[in-house]
């Protein structure tokens, strides 16, 4: 049973608007959630992450959003922009994945011109 | 810096052979870590290092072995490869804090036949 989840395999956006993608995990002892960009043929690239001590970070055009009632997050991307266009993945970790990432499927985002 | 190198980009086996897979990193990062990718999947966790001569299982580990003899070096091993483990293989690593990102190697797509 998958523990993270991005339910939306593709995204598209008009340039100049906001990105939202959403993640969804289902178990309550994760603690550090981090969202990782991958063009292809490359390895993810590190982008934010945040603590379930805090709701909200924010750097740059990228903000991350933890409802840790709802199991939810969210990252923001304001302005989206051509160089955005990759597979986002989210991924979490906690004492019971001994602090080792599980990793959501990916939302591949299109930003159109 | 090169940052993480993996090699080789491609490879393909027979069923039953053997080979290893070559992850290196020049960042002095104590923890290093092996994940698989998948169609439609997430990243999956292989092996991990938190320091030189320290190793463990992650989520999906059987065929693969790794050991850590030098805090720079990284290899998994196959010991008898399976059309199962056609897949991306990427190499990972960082510090060790629960929210930094880590950097990850290109990757290595292997395919068994």
């Known amino acids: 049973d998958q523990q993270v989840k991005q339910n939306s395999p593709s995204l598209s956006v008009q340039e100049g608007r906001i990105s939202i993608l959403n993640c969804d995990y289902t178990n309550s002892m994760f603690d550090y959630f981090l969202w990782y960009k991958k063009y292809p043929a490359e390895g993810p690239t590190f982008l934010i992450s945040i603590s379930s001590i805090k709701d909200k970070n924010e750097d740059g055009r990228f903000t991350v959003f933890l409802n840790k009632s709802a199991k939810h997050l969210s990252l923001h991307i304001v302005p989206s922009q051509p160089g955005d266009s990759a597979v986002y993945f989210c991924a979490a970790s906690g004492w019971d994945s001994n602090y080792q990432l599980i990793w959501g499927a990916g939302t591949k985002l299109i930003i159109k011109p | 810096n090169a940052g993480v190198t993996q090699t080789p980009k491609f490879q393909v086996l027979k069923t039953g052979q053997s080979m290893t897979l070559q992850c290196a990193q020049d960042?002095?990062?104590?923890?290093m870590s092996w994940y698989r990718q998948d169609p439609g999947m997430g990243l999956r966790l292989i092996h991990y290092?938190?320091?030189?001569?320290?190793?463990d299982q992650g989520e999906v580990p059987n065929g693969y072995n790794v050991s850590r003899s030098t805090t720079e070096d990284f290899p998994l091993r196959l010991l008898s490869a399976a059309p199962s483990q056609t897949s991306v293989y990427f190499c990972a690593s960082s510090y060790g804090g629960l929210l930094e990102g880590y950097t990850f190697g290109s990757g290595t797509r292997l395919t068994v036949v």
């Open positions: 960042m002095n990062h104590e923890y």
């Open positions: 290092s938190v320091g030189a001569g320290i190793t």
